[in-house]
């Protein structure tokens, strides 16, 4: 089984669509997250989930909405793409915050790559 | 500011010699780190981890130390192997900011 599970792996779409990334986790993690991966490999966090409630949110267009219906789960939704939204999208989870310990560490899905053009 | 950044961009090693990444952080960055590693077409995996009470971490093939002097971490991999090439991350919880901030990453390439 795979712990932290993304789909679609490929997805290519004109700009000015609308498209969702879909991510689940069996982990039995609290914490969620979404990282936007460039061209030049920068991973990049963009919000993070602590079961089912918004934590961090870092200043990305409101083009982007996240979703947590359950704390297994958090898609990505984006709005009216544009050619800079073009990267690789990685969900990933985590136990949760717990200080300077393991439940820190992230265990990441193998990522979604969107071409927009 | 937040930032965790590493020195080189690629390195390049011959197979069965030892590889050194090093990483480099500012004073906001956190008492704990995580190197990842992300091999093509994947997700970044979790290698090794170290708190800041401590200096050096061993795990298999693998060593991370920290010079919280210097404000600096390496990632020392032993006997590379082929199976090594892969881009390498290191990260570092964000105190009081419940994040991880990645570096730029190194790509290491091992050759025959």
Known sequence: DTAVSQTPKYLVTQMGNDKSIKCEQNLGHDTMYWYKQDSKKFLKIMFSYNNKELIINETVPNRFSPKSPDKAHLNLHINSLELGDSAVYFCASSQGWKGASGANVLTFGAGSRLTVL | ?112
């Open chain 2, 1 to 112: 500011g937040e930032s965790v950044g590493l020195h080189l961009p690629t390195l390049s090693v011959q197979e069965g010699d030892n590889s050194i990444i090093n990483c480099a952080y500012s004073n906001s960055a956190s008492d704990y780190f995580i190197w990842y590693k992300q091999e093509s077409g994947k997700g970044p995996q979790f290698i090794i981890d170290i708190r800041s009470n401590m200096d050096k971490r061993q795990g298999q093939r693998v060593t991370v130390l920290l010079n919280k002097t210097v404000k600096h971490l390496s990632l020392q991999i032993a006997a590379t192997q082929p199976g090594d090439s892969a881009v390498y991350f290191c990260a570092g919880v964000i105190q009081g900011a419940q994040k991880l901030v990645f570096g730029q990453g190194t790509r290491l390439t091992i050759n025959p």
